[in-house]
Protein backbone atom coordinates (compact mmCIF):
# COMPACT_ATOMS: atom_id res chain seq x y z
CA UNK A 1 0.00 0.00 0.00
CA UNK A 2 2.97 2.10 1.04
CA UNK A 3 4.65 1.64 -2.53
CA UNK A 4 1.64 2.43 -4.26
CA UNK A 5 0.92 5.75 -2.73
CA UNK A 6 4.97 6.58 -3.11
CA UNK A 7 4.71 6.41 -6.57
CA UNK A 8 2.61 9.11 -6.77
CA UNK A 9 3.64 10.97 -4.28
CA UNK A 10 7.86 10.97 -5.15
CA UNK A 11 7.93 9.08 -8.35
CA UNK A 12 11.55 9.94 -8.34
CA UNK A 13 11.80 6.90 -5.34
CA UNK A 14 13.33 10.08 -3.06
CA UNK A 15 12.38 8.50 0.30
CA UNK A 16 13.05 10.80 2.17
CA UNK A 17 10.96 12.50 5.69
CA UNK A 18 9.16 14.64 2.66
CA UNK A 19 7.13 12.33 0.81
CA UNK A 20 6.80 9.75 3.33
CA UNK A 21 5.50 12.63 5.71
CA UNK A 22 3.23 13.52 3.22
CA UNK A 23 1.38 9.89 2.92
CA UNK A 24 -2.51 9.76 3.81
CA UNK A 25 -2.69 7.97 6.67
CA UNK A 26 -6.81 6.36 7.29
CA UNK A 27 -7.49 5.55 11.02
CA UNK A 28 -7.62 1.28 11.40
CA UNK A 29 -8.62 0.46 14.88
CA UNK A 30 -10.26 -2.46 13.93
CA UNK A 31 -7.38 -3.71 11.67
CA UNK A 32 -5.96 -6.27 13.42
CA UNK A 33 -2.51 -6.05 11.61
CA UNK A 34 0.42 -5.47 14.56
CA UNK A 35 -0.21 -9.43 15.68
CA UNK A 36 1.16 -10.03 12.23
CA UNK A 37 3.66 -7.40 11.67
CA UNK A 38 5.61 -8.74 15.08
CA UNK A 39 5.41 -11.89 13.69
CA UNK A 40 6.82 -10.68 10.80
CA UNK A 41 9.47 -9.34 12.48
CA UNK A 42 10.69 -12.35 14.52
CA UNK A 43 11.51 -14.44 11.76
CA UNK A 44 12.87 -11.12 9.62
CA UNK A 45 15.36 -10.97 13.12
CA UNK A 46 15.93 -14.64 13.24
CA UNK A 47 16.04 -14.85 9.63
CA UNK A 48 19.39 -12.40 9.92
CA UNK A 49 21.02 -13.56 13.02
CA UNK A 50 21.19 -17.27 11.14
CA UNK A 51 24.19 -15.90 9.45
CA UNK A 52 27.32 -14.69 10.91
CA UNK A 53 27.05 -10.99 9.56
CA UNK A 54 24.80 -10.32 12.44
CA UNK A 55 26.11 -9.41 15.85
CA UNK A 56 23.72 -11.61 17.30
CA UNK A 57 24.74 -14.31 15.27
CA UNK A 58 24.37 -17.42 17.66
CA UNK A 59 25.74 -20.91 16.33
CA UNK A 60 24.92 -22.15 12.27
CA UNK A 61 20.81 -23.71 12.72
CA UNK A 62 22.02 -26.27 10.62
CA UNK A 63 24.00 -28.23 13.19
CA UNK A 64 20.82 -28.54 15.09
CA UNK A 65 17.91 -29.07 12.10
CA UNK A 66 17.90 -32.18 12.24
CA UNK A 67 15.65 -34.71 15.25
CA UNK A 68 16.88 -37.43 13.89
CA UNK A 69 18.86 -40.30 16.57
CA UNK A 70 22.12 -40.17 14.14
CA UNK A 71 21.81 -37.81 12.16
CA UNK A 72 24.14 -36.68 9.10
CA UNK A 73 24.83 -33.67 7.38
CA UNK A 74 22.43 -34.51 4.71
CA UNK A 75 19.92 -35.22 6.74
CA UNK A 76 20.38 -32.37 9.04
CA UNK A 77 20.46 -30.06 5.97
CA UNK A 78 17.21 -31.12 4.19
CA UNK A 79 15.62 -30.57 8.02
CA UNK A 80 16.99 -26.99 7.58
CA UNK A 81 15.63 -26.65 3.93
CA UNK A 82 12.14 -27.78 5.36
CA UNK A 83 12.40 -25.16 7.83
CA UNK A 84 13.10 -22.55 5.63
CA UNK A 85 10.30 -23.67 3.33
CA UNK A 86 7.86 -23.76 6.11
CA UNK A 87 9.42 -19.86 7.45
CA UNK A 88 8.80 -18.52 3.68
CA UNK A 89 5.02 -20.03 3.92
CA UNK A 90 4.29 -18.55 7.01
CA UNK A 91 5.76 -15.15 5.95
CA UNK A 92 4.25 -15.21 2.28
CA UNK A 93 0.80 -16.10 4.40
CA UNK A 94 1.17 -13.00 7.09
CA UNK A 95 2.66 -10.20 4.68
CA UNK A 96 -0.32 -10.97 2.05
CA UNK A 97 -2.97 -11.12 5.01
CA UNK A 98 -2.00 -7.54 6.16
CA UNK A 99 -2.42 -6.29 2.84
CA UNK A 100 -6.11 -8.05 2.73
CA UNK A 101 -6.44 -6.29 5.49
CA UNK A 102 -5.28 -2.60 4.79
CA UNK A 103 -6.61 -3.23 1.19
CA UNK A 104 -10.37 -3.38 3.07
CA UNK A 105 -9.87 -0.76 5.24
CA UNK A 106 -9.16 1.87 2.52
CA UNK A 107 -11.43 0.33 -0.13
CA UNK A 108 -8.72 -0.28 -2.38
CA UNK A 109 -9.96 -3.80 -3.79
CA UNK A 110 -10.66 -2.74 -7.00
CA UNK A 111 -7.26 -1.35 -7.41
CA UNK A 112 -4.45 -3.80 -5.17
CA UNK A 113 -4.00 -7.01 -4.97
CA UNK A 114 -3.10 -8.77 -1.35
CA UNK A 115 -0.66 -11.34 -3.65
CA UNK A 116 3.19 -11.31 -2.65
CA UNK A 117 5.26 -12.66 -4.83
CA UNK A 118 7.69 -15.16 -3.42
CA UNK A 119 10.88 -13.08 -5.16
CA UNK A 120 9.38 -10.99 -2.00
CA UNK A 121 9.84 -12.21 0.68
CA UNK A 122 12.74 -10.95 2.16
CA UNK A 123 14.02 -13.79 3.60
CA UNK A 124 17.88 -14.62 3.40
CA UNK A 125 16.58 -18.68 3.32
CA UNK A 126 14.22 -18.05 0.27
CA UNK A 127 16.52 -18.55 -2.26
CA UNK A 128 13.82 -16.59 -4.70
CA UNK A 129 14.65 -13.37 -3.35
CA UNK A 130 18.56 -14.12 -2.26
CA UNK A 131 19.25 -14.87 -5.77
CA UNK A 132 16.30 -13.76 -7.99
CA UNK A 133 17.65 -13.13 -11.80
CA UNK A 134 16.26 -15.26 -14.18
CA UNK A 135 17.39 -18.89 -12.04
CA UNK A 136 15.52 -21.81 -12.19
CA UNK A 137 13.57 -22.94 -8.79
CA UNK A 138 16.10 -25.73 -8.60
CA UNK A 139 19.12 -23.73 -9.89
CA UNK A 140 18.32 -21.44 -6.89
CA UNK A 141 18.02 -24.28 -4.03
CA UNK A 142 21.52 -25.91 -5.70
CA UNK A 143 22.97 -22.31 -5.17
CA UNK A 144 21.03 -22.26 -1.91
CA UNK A 145 23.32 -25.81 -1.00
CA UNK A 146 26.32 -24.58 -2.10
CA UNK A 147 26.46 -21.14 0.38
CA UNK A 148 25.05 -23.12 3.00
CA UNK A 149 28.13 -25.95 2.87
CA UNK A 150 30.05 -22.72 1.94
CA UNK A 151 28.85 -21.11 5.60
CA UNK A 152 29.72 -24.19 7.32
CA UNK A 153 33.26 -24.25 6.13
CA UNK A 154 33.71 -20.92 7.43
CA UNK A 155 32.32 -21.60 10.47
CA UNK A 156 34.21 -24.47 11.35
CA UNK A 157 37.13 -22.59 10.38
CA UNK A 158 35.64 -19.91 13.14
CA UNK A 159 35.86 -22.39 15.68
CA UNK A 160 39.14 -23.35 14.84
CA UNK A 161 40.27 -19.72 15.11
CA UNK A 162 38.58 -19.49 18.24
CA UNK A 163 35.57 -17.12 17.42
CA UNK A 164 33.09 -19.29 17.76
CA UNK A 165 32.84 -22.48 20.40
CA UNK A 166 30.58 -25.84 19.96
CA UNK A 167 30.15 -25.51 23.72
CA UNK A 168 28.97 -22.11 24.07
CA UNK A 169 26.38 -19.70 21.39
CA UNK A 170 27.62 -16.63 20.08
CA UNK A 171 31.10 -14.81 19.90
CA UNK A 172 33.57 -16.00 22.19
CA UNK A 173 36.78 -14.56 21.25
CA UNK A 174 36.47 -11.03 19.87
CA UNK A 175 39.32 -9.16 21.36
CA UNK A 176 42.77 -8.16 20.75
CA UNK A 177 46.38 -9.72 20.77
CA UNK A 178 45.27 -12.66 21.61
CA UNK A 179 45.29 -11.48 24.97
CA UNK A 180 42.48 -13.66 27.62
CA UNK A 181 41.81 -16.14 24.84
CA UNK A 182 41.01 -19.25 26.93
CA UNK A 183 41.47 -22.98 25.63
CA UNK A 184 39.12 -24.13 28.00
CA UNK A 185 36.30 -22.59 26.50
CA UNK A 186 37.03 -25.31 23.83
CA UNK A 187 36.89 -28.55 24.62
CA UNK A 188 34.06 -30.44 22.13
CA UNK A 189 36.24 -29.41 18.97
CA UNK A 190 39.72 -27.56 20.39
CA UNK A 191 40.38 -23.77 18.90
CA UNK A 192 43.95 -23.59 16.93
CA UNK A 193 46.45 -22.51 19.56
CA UNK A 194 48.10 -19.72 18.18
CA UNK A 195 45.34 -18.83 15.49
CA UNK A 196 47.68 -19.94 12.64
CA UNK A 197 45.80 -22.47 10.03
CA UNK A 198 48.18 -23.46 7.02
CA UNK A 199 46.27 -23.93 3.74
CA UNK A 200 48.31 -25.55 1.73
CA UNK A 201 48.29 -28.36 -1.51
CA UNK A 202 48.75 -31.47 1.45
CA UNK A 203 48.56 -32.12 4.96
CA UNK A 204 52.34 -30.83 5.97
CA UNK A 205 51.04 -30.18 9.22
CA UNK A 206 48.91 -30.96 12.28
CA UNK A 207 46.70 -28.34 11.76
CA UNK A 208 46.12 -28.32 8.05
CA UNK A 209 42.90 -26.51 7.34
CA UNK A 210 41.52 -29.37 5.37
CA UNK A 211 41.79 -32.27 8.19
CA UNK A 212 40.56 -29.40 11.00
CA UNK A 213 37.33 -29.37 8.46
CA UNK A 214 37.11 -33.04 8.71
CA UNK A 215 37.82 -33.22 12.08
CA UNK A 216 35.10 -30.78 12.78
CA UNK A 217 32.20 -32.62 10.76
CA UNK A 218 33.61 -36.15 13.02
CA UNK A 219 32.58 -34.26 16.23
CA UNK A 220 29.38 -32.86 14.97
CA UNK A 221 27.84 -35.40 13.16
CA UNK A 222 29.95 -38.68 14.00
CA UNK A 223 33.08 -40.34 12.73
CA UNK A 224 31.12 -43.12 11.13
CA UNK A 225 29.73 -41.18 8.55
CA UNK A 226 32.12 -38.98 7.55
CA UNK A 227 32.56 -40.45 4.15
CA UNK A 228 29.05 -39.62 3.55
CA UNK A 229 29.36 -36.12 5.22
CA UNK A 230 32.44 -35.21 3.55
CA UNK A 231 30.71 -36.37 0.11
CA UNK A 232 27.80 -34.65 0.81
CA UNK A 233 29.79 -31.16 1.53
CA UNK A 234 32.17 -31.77 -1.60
CA UNK A 235 28.56 -32.42 -4.30
CA UNK A 236 27.95 -29.26 -2.72
CA UNK A 237 30.89 -27.19 -2.81
CA UNK A 238 30.79 -28.49 -6.35
CA UNK A 239 34.99 -29.29 -5.98
CA UNK A 240 36.93 -31.44 -3.43
CA UNK A 241 37.02 -29.29 0.06
CA UNK A 242 41.07 -28.87 -0.05
CA UNK A 243 40.74 -27.52 -3.66
CA UNK A 244 37.89 -25.14 -2.26
CA UNK A 245 39.67 -23.82 0.47
CA UNK A 246 42.73 -23.34 -1.29
CA UNK A 247 41.26 -21.74 -4.39
CA UNK A 248 37.83 -20.25 -3.06
CA UNK A 249 37.13 -19.90 0.18
CA UNK A 250 38.94 -16.49 0.59
CA UNK A 251 36.95 -14.94 -2.16
CA UNK A 252 33.78 -15.97 -0.28
CA UNK A 253 35.13 -14.83 2.98
CA UNK A 254 35.58 -11.32 1.77
CA UNK A 255 32.07 -11.31 0.17
CA UNK A 256 31.00 -12.22 3.10
CA UNK A 257 32.45 -9.53 5.10
CA UNK A 258 32.71 -6.58 2.53
CA UNK A 259 36.49 -7.02 1.70
CA UNK A 260 36.94 -6.21 5.48
CA UNK A 261 38.20 -9.59 6.45
CA UNK A 262 38.34 -11.06 9.92
CA UNK A 263 41.07 -13.90 8.52
CA UNK A 264 44.06 -12.57 6.97
CA UNK A 265 45.45 -14.80 4.40
CA UNK A 266 49.42 -14.82 4.75
CA UNK A 267 49.99 -15.58 1.26
CA UNK A 268 53.44 -15.93 -1.03
CA UNK A 269 53.56 -14.15 -4.33
CA UNK A 270 53.01 -17.12 -6.55
CA UNK A 271 50.69 -19.06 -3.63
CA UNK A 272 53.54 -21.77 -2.67
CA UNK A 273 52.19 -20.87 0.72
CA UNK A 274 49.28 -19.80 2.59
CA UNK A 275 48.18 -19.73 6.13
CA UNK A 276 44.87 -17.68 7.74
CA UNK A 277 45.59 -15.95 10.76
CA UNK A 278 42.56 -14.72 12.29
CA UNK A 279 42.71 -10.42 13.16
CA UNK A 280 41.36 -10.78 16.76
CA UNK A 281 44.08 -13.32 17.86
CA UNK A 282 47.14 -11.48 15.87
CA UNK A 283 49.86 -10.22 18.06
CA UNK A 284 53.37 -8.46 17.24
CA UNK A 285 54.58 -12.32 17.50
CA UNK A 286 52.19 -13.80 15.11
CA UNK A 287 54.35 -13.33 11.86
CA UNK A 288 57.28 -14.69 14.17
CA UNK A 289 55.26 -17.72 14.44
CA UNK A 290 54.39 -17.78 10.81
CA UNK A 291 58.00 -17.84 10.03
CA UNK A 292 59.28 -20.00 12.69
CA UNK A 293 56.61 -22.99 13.04
CA UNK A 294 55.05 -22.59 9.95
CA UNK A 295 57.06 -21.22 6.76
CA UNK A 296 61.14 -22.30 7.99
CA UNK A 297 59.12 -26.41 8.72
CA UNK A 298 57.56 -26.14 5.51
CA UNK A 299 61.07 -25.46 3.41
CA UNK A 300 62.41 -28.26 5.41
CA UNK A 301 59.92 -30.90 4.78
CA UNK A 302 60.26 -29.47 1.36
CA UNK A 303 63.85 -30.27 0.89
CA UNK A 304 63.17 -33.84 2.06
CA UNK A 305 60.77 -34.18 -0.58
CA UNK A 306 62.94 -32.77 -3.18
CA UNK A 307 65.84 -35.25 -2.05
CA UNK A 308 63.33 -38.40 -2.15
CA UNK A 309 62.13 -37.61 -5.43
CA UNK A 310 65.45 -37.03 -6.69
CA UNK A 311 66.48 -40.36 -5.62
CA UNK A 312 63.32 -42.02 -7.48
CA UNK A 313 64.26 -40.16 -10.49
CA UNK A 314 67.46 -41.90 -10.30
CA UNK A 315 66.39 -45.08 -9.85
CA UNK A 316 64.31 -44.41 -12.82
CA UNK A 317 61.65 -47.10 -14.15
CA UNK A 318 57.89 -46.43 -14.46
CA UNK A 319 56.46 -42.55 -13.50
CA UNK A 320 59.81 -40.72 -14.01
CA UNK A 321 58.45 -38.19 -16.09
CA UNK A 322 55.51 -37.50 -13.19
CA UNK A 323 58.31 -37.68 -10.76
CA UNK A 324 60.47 -35.17 -12.70
CA UNK A 325 57.29 -33.16 -13.07
CA UNK A 326 57.04 -32.62 -9.04
CA UNK A 327 60.69 -32.06 -8.70
CA UNK A 328 60.21 -29.04 -10.82
CA UNK A 329 57.30 -28.21 -9.08
CA UNK A 330 59.30 -28.08 -5.83
CA UNK A 331 62.36 -26.67 -7.21
CA UNK A 332 60.29 -23.55 -8.48
CA UNK A 333 58.47 -23.09 -5.11
CA UNK A 334 61.85 -23.21 -2.97
CA UNK A 335 63.25 -20.53 -5.18
CA UNK A 336 59.54 -18.56 -4.50
CA UNK A 337 59.20 -18.87 -0.48
CA UNK A 338 63.34 -18.72 -0.13
CA UNK A 339 63.26 -15.38 -1.53
CA UNK A 340 59.77 -14.29 0.09
CA UNK A 341 61.28 -15.53 3.39
CA UNK A 342 64.72 -13.35 2.77
CA UNK A 343 63.11 -9.97 1.45
CA UNK A 344 59.22 -9.86 2.84
CA UNK A 345 58.81 -12.55 5.99
CA UNK A 346 61.73 -12.35 8.28
CA UNK A 347 62.02 -8.33 7.95
CA UNK A 348 57.84 -8.12 8.65
CA UNK A 349 59.02 -10.80 11.35
CA UNK A 350 61.75 -8.67 12.91
CA UNK A 351 59.92 -5.44 13.19
CA UNK A 352 56.81 -7.07 15.51
CA UNK A 353 54.13 -4.68 14.18
CA UNK A 354 51.36 -4.17 16.71
CA UNK A 355 48.18 -2.95 15.45
CA UNK A 356 45.03 -1.13 17.27
CA UNK A 357 41.83 -2.90 16.17
CA UNK A 358 40.33 0.64 16.77
CA UNK A 359 41.96 1.63 13.30
CA UNK A 360 40.08 -0.86 11.39
CA UNK A 361 41.24 -3.21 8.47
CA UNK A 362 41.21 -0.70 6.31
CA UNK A 363 44.20 1.03 7.71
CA UNK A 364 45.68 -1.89 9.41
CA UNK A 365 45.47 -4.58 6.81
CA UNK A 366 48.46 -2.18 4.08
CA UNK A 367 50.87 -2.23 7.07
CA UNK A 368 51.80 -5.73 6.12
CA UNK A 369 51.89 -5.54 2.30
CA UNK A 370 54.02 -8.20 0.45
CA UNK A 371 52.59 -10.72 3.06
CA UNK A 372 49.13 -10.81 2.84
CA UNK A 373 46.97 -11.99 -0.22
CA UNK A 374 45.89 -8.85 -2.63
CA UNK A 375 42.49 -7.38 -1.21
CA UNK A 376 41.03 -4.31 -4.19
CA UNK A 377 40.68 -1.15 -2.02
CA UNK A 378 43.23 -1.92 0.38
Not at 24 to 47: F, H, I, K, W
Request: some cysteine; overall charge negative; aromatic content about 10%.
Amino acid sequence: LVNHFLSALSPTLDFHEGPVGRLPYLPTSGVQSVPNARRCMERAEADWDAYERSWDFQSLPLLTASTDPTPTLESSYTAWITQNRDTIAEMKRLEEENNRLFIDAYGLADELTPDVPIEQITLTVNPAYRYGGKLTEEEQWTRFRQDTMEELVSYAIGCMMGRYSLDAPGLIYAHSGNEGFDPSQYTTFPADDDGILPLLDDEWFADDVTVRVEEFLKVVWGPESLTENLRFLEEGLGKPLRKYLLNDFWKSHLQTYKKRPIYWLVQSPKKGFQALIYLHRYSKDTFNLVLNDYLRPYLSKLRGRRETVQQQVDAGGRGVGALQKELSMIENRLRELESWEREVLLPLAQQRIEINLDDGVKMNYPKFAGALAMVPGL
